[in-house]
């Protein structure tokens, strides 16, 4: 059974550092792309960052990279999203998602619709 459980979020001020870690069971930290989305209040959820298979490479929405850093932990199995340099408009609740994908296809993945797993998601609020 597929389980994606989020953890990390809280308050912090503009210019903080939070980590945001997906705890994952059913084997996908490895073998699933994985991804990063977020919710802010009265918006659709946006993508953040994602994380292909096998060769972990690595895709970032435009106002978050260069601050945030996407990776899988193989030894916890968790999927993590560093973020540092917090800004306000960054507050939103953040969900870890997972994505089957066809043998040897290590493309990330940017749309919600291409994901089949979602957590319940973890609150991030930054204070200006």
């Known amino acids: 059974q597929v389980r994606l459980v989020e953890s990390g979020g809280g308050l912090v001020q503009a210019g903080d550092s939070l980590t945001l870690s997906c705890a994952t069971t059913?084997?996908?930290?490895?073998?699933?792309?994985m991804g990063w989305f977020r919710q802010a209040p009265g918006k659709e959820r946006e993508f953040a960052a994602a994380?292909?298979?096998?060769?972990?490479?690595?895709y970032y929405t435009a106002s978050v990279k260069g601050r945030f850093t996407i990776s899988r932990n193989y030894a916890k199995n968790t999927l993590d999203l560093q973020m540092n340099s917090l800004r306000p408009e960054d507050t939103a609740v953040y969900y870890c998602?997972?994505?089957?994908?066809?043998?040897?296809?290590?493309?990330?993945?940017?749309?919600?619709?291409?994901?089949?797993?979602w957590g319940q998601g973890t609150q991030v609020t930054v204070s200006s």
């Open positions: 998602a997972a994505a089957r994908q066809s043998p040897g296809d290590t493309r990330v993945i940017v749309s919600t619709r291409d994901y089949n797993y």
């Open positions: 994380i292909g298979r096998i060769i972990d490479n690595t």
């Open positions: 059913g084997g996908i930290v490895g073998n699933y792309a």
